[in-house]
């Protein structure tokens, strides 16, 4: 039970990790993928996958009410790759599609979150995010900071 809760943990912590798959919350629990869903089933009540999707919906819920955010948006911070996925889930888990909860959820008037705070808040797109920053020049004067020794003395070095 003990590695079960380990790997609950880790589908709790990660929630909103598009690349969260069944093999990772099996290595965590110690299990193969097939062993680890019949015993998280018999444990919990439902399967890995299952119970992942409800928290996803749960806080897609919690950003509909409360995050300025698009559908879209809301849908890929909380680690669905797909909108129709998304959509589908969502509107069998709670009767509603994202847009028709909004709109009987949020009362008239009621302020939100803007959305760049609740991206913020959210940690952004992290895979989009990762990607950018590892292909980004340096920001404007950091490569004359980076090491003004060497670019003095290559300026001395020319004809």
Known sequence: MRQLRLAKDAMDRD????ELDLDVVAAHAGYSRYHFIRAFKEAYGETPGQYLTHRR???????LRSADL???????LVGFSSLG???????????????????EH???GAALIPGCY???????????????RAAARPAYG???????????SDRRAEP
């Open 118 to 132: 609740a991206m913020l808040w959210a940690g952004g797109f992290p895979s989009a995010t990762l990607k950018k």
């Open 57 to 63: 919906i749960e806080r897609a819920e919690e950003m």
């Open 106 to 108: 949020v009362g008239r």
């Open 70 to 76: 698009s559908v879209t948006e809301i849908c890929h």
């Open 142 to 152: 950091e490569e004359q900071e980076a090491d003004p020794i060497s670019t003095s």
């Open 15 to 18: 929630w909103a990790e598009p």
């Open 85 to 103: 996925t998304f959509s589908a889930r969502f509107k069998a888990r709670t009767g509603l599609t994202p847009s028709d909860y909004r709109s």
